[in-house]
C-alpha cells in the first residue's frame, strides 16, 4: 500500500529524531535554512556543508530578517508570510525568491520553501543558492553577445569587402581550387565574362574561356601562380568572344585554397573612352561660359576659348601665368574676394564685378568661383558669365537705392542746393557700403578695403546707416 508524506508522519511510522539530525537532514535537504521567530527575526541559520560557502552568516542568528535582505525582497517576504500565517499553514505558499545582503559588501539570490512551525508562527525557510543559476544565465548573455558582436564584426568585414570589391577598377574573379568553380567575382569581371553576375557564380572558370579543361587549367594556373616569376595567361572569353589576359594568385582562407585571377585587357587592345572626362573636355573647349583655372595665388593656369574672347587675347600664352587681378576691374581686392571666400566656403557664387579686357574696355560679369582642394596643388575653377545685358536690371533691383535717388529728387526746389548736395553725398555713402556689402557677401574685412576704410570707420558708417542691423536679420 502506498502512502503520503501526512500519513507516514501522522501514522507513527516515521521514527523520533534527535534534534541534531533533524538540522542534518535540513541542511543537507536545503542550500541554506532560516528558522524565523513569530517577531521575524532569525533564530538559526542552517548551511548546507557540501554547498559551496555562503561566507561568514551565523551572525545572522538573533537579527531580525530585514537586515539580511534588500528592500524589495523584504516586502515579498513579509508579504508571504503573512498569506501563510493567515491560512495556519494550511494552504501552501509559492516559493518566493530573495535577495540576501550583508552590510552592503556583498549580495547574492536564493529560492526559498516557506513552512509554518507550530502554533506560535514560526517559520521555516529551506532555500536553494540561485547564484550558480545567475552564473549560467550571466554566461548565456556574455556569450550572446559575443555571438552578436562577432555576428557584427563578420557583417562589417563582409560590406567592407564588398564595397571593395565593387570599387576597383581591376576585374577580379575567386576560383576554389577544390572544386574549380567561381566563388566570387566583381561586376567589372562580369562584364569582361559577357554574363551577369549571378549566372558566373558556382560555374566553372575553365567553360568560361576557349579551348581550356578544368584540370589541365587549373594545374596550369597553380603552376603559374607559385612560381618565382609567374607570366598572365592569355585566353579568350567564350561567351563575350574579348581576349583577356588572366593573372593568377594562390592563397589560403580558413583553410580552404583559393585563387585570385585578375582579368585584364591585353595591351594592345583598344583603351575605352571616358565618356564623362572627354565630355567635360569639350564643355570646356567648346562651352559659351568663359573657365579659368587659377592656383591658390591666383595665377592663371588655364583658360577655354570663351575668356580669351573676353578679355580679347590673341591666345593662351597671352593669358597663362598672370595674375588674374590683371583682368579683373577692382583688381586685387577682387581677387582676395574671390580667394577668401572659395578657400573658406569651398564655393562662391555670383560675385559680380567687371573683367577688363587688353584693350581697356570692360564687360560686366557673374563668377561663381569652386574651391579644388583634393589634389597635389589646390586650384580655384572660375565660370565667368557676361551679364553686360542685364547689368541696368540687376542694379535697379538693390533695396532702398531708388527710395533714396527719389527722396533727393524731392528736395529740388524746397531746399537750398548746399543741403541737397550734402544728403546726396549721404545716399551716395550708403549705396557704396551696400553695394560693398553685398558683392563681398557681408565680409566685413573684405568691404573696408574694397572702399579704402578700416574696420572701426565701415562698423561706424554701418550703424550710422542702419545696415548692420539689416545684414543680420
Not at 541554506?32 to 551572525?59: E, K, T, Y
Not at 525582497?73 to 505558499?93: I, T
Not at 565574362?193 to 568560361?208: F, H, K, N, P
Not at 546726396?424 to 557700403?433: G, H, K, L, N, S
Amino acid at each position: 500500500m502506498k502512502t503520503n508524506g501526512s500519513t507516514l508522519f501522522k501514522g507513527g511510522s516515521f521514527p523520533l529524531i534527535s534534534p541534531d539530525l533533524l538540522a542534518e537532514i535540513v541542511s543537507t535537504a536545503a542550500d541554506i535554512a532560516l528558522l524565523l521567530s513569530p517577531d521575524d527575526r532569525i533564530l538559526s541559520v542552517l548551511v548546507n556543508r557540501q554547498h559551496r560557502s555562503f561566507g561568514q552568516i551565523h551572525n545572522w542568528e538573533g537579527a531580525p530578517v530585514r537586515d539580511v535582505l534588500d528592500a524589495t525582497s523584504f516586502g515579498k517576504l513579509a508579504s508571504r508570510l503573512a498569506d501563510l500565517r493567515a491560512a495556519a499553514g494550511a494552504q501552501p505558499v509559492a516559493a518566493v525568491e530573495l535577495t540576501h545582503v550583508d552590510k552592503g559588501a556583498w549580495e547574492f539570490p536564493v529560492r526559498y520553501s516557506l513552512h509554518l512551525l507550530g502554533t506560535d508562527n514560526s517559520a521555516l525557510l529551506l532555500g536553494r543558492d540561485l547564484r550558480p543559476i545567475a552564473e549560467a544565465q550571466q554566461k548565456l548573455v556574455s556569450a550572446q553577445l559575443a555571438l552578436e558582436r562577432d555576428y557584427e564584426m563578420q557583417r562589417e568585414t563582409e560590406t567592407r569587402y564588398r564595397v571593395l570589391l565593387e570599387a576597383i577598377r581591376d576585374a577580379v574573379v575567386l576560383v576554389s581550387m577544390t572544386s574549380g568553380r567561381i566563388v566570387d567575382l566583381n561586376s567589372a569581371a562580369a562584364l569582361r565574362l559577357g554574363a551577369a553576375r549571378g549566372d558566373l557564380i558556382g560555374s566553372g572558370v575553365a567553360q568560361e574561356f576557349e579551348g581550356t579543361r578544368r584540370g589541365e587549367f587549373l594545374e596550369r594556373l597553380t603552376t603559374l601562380a607559385v612560381a618565382d616569376a609567374s607570366s598572365p595567361v592569355d585566353l579568350i572569353a567564350k561567351r563575350s568572344k574579348r581576349p583577356v589576359v588572366l593573372v593568377p594568385t594562390v592563397f589560403r582562407a580558413a583553410g580552404e585554397k583559393l585563387m585570385l585571377c585578375r582579368l585584364d585587357e591585353p595591351a594592345d587592345a583598344a583603351i575605352v573612352p571616358d565618356e564623362l572626362g572627354d565630355a567635360l573636355a569639350r564643355l570646356f573647349h567648346d562651352g559659351i561660359e568663359a573657365i579659368v583655372f587659377i592656383d591658390a595665388d591666383g595665377t592663371v593656369r588655364s583658360a577655354n576659348e570663351a575668356f580669351l574672347n573676353m578679355v580679347d587675347a590673341a591666345g593662351l600664352g597671352a593669358v597663362r601665368g598672370r595674375s588674374l587681378a590683371d583682368f579683373l576691374a577692382r583688381g586685387t581686392i577682387d581677387l582676395k574676394v574671390l580667394l577668401e571666400n572659395a578657400r573658406r566656403a569651398g564655393q562662391m557664387r555670383l560675385y559680380a564685378t567687371k573683367i577688363v579686357t587688353d584693350f581697356e574696355g570692360q564687360v560686366a560679369v557673374e563668377i561663381s568661383a569652386s574651391w579644388l582642394g583634393e589634389r597635389t596643388g589646390p586650384a580655384i575653377a572660375l565660370v565667368i558669365r557676361d551679364v553686360s545685358r542685364a547689368e541696368t536690371v540687376r542694379r535697379s533691383g538693390l533695396p532702398g537705392r531708388d527710395e533714396g535717388m527719389r527722396e533727393i529728387v524731392e528736395l529740388v526746389g524746397s531746399a537750398p542746393l548746399k543741403e541737397i548736395v550734402a544728403q546726396t553725398a549721404d545716399v551716395v555713402e550708403m549705396m557704396c557700403i551696400e553695394t560693398a556689402v553685398e558683392l563681398t557677401r557681408n565680409n566685413r574685412v573684405a568691404a573696408a578695403e574694397m572702399l579704402g576704410l578700416s574696420r572701426q570707420s565701415l562698423y561706424v558708417k554701418l550703424r550710422k546707416y542702419g545696415i548692420m542691423g539689416r545684414e543680420q536679420e
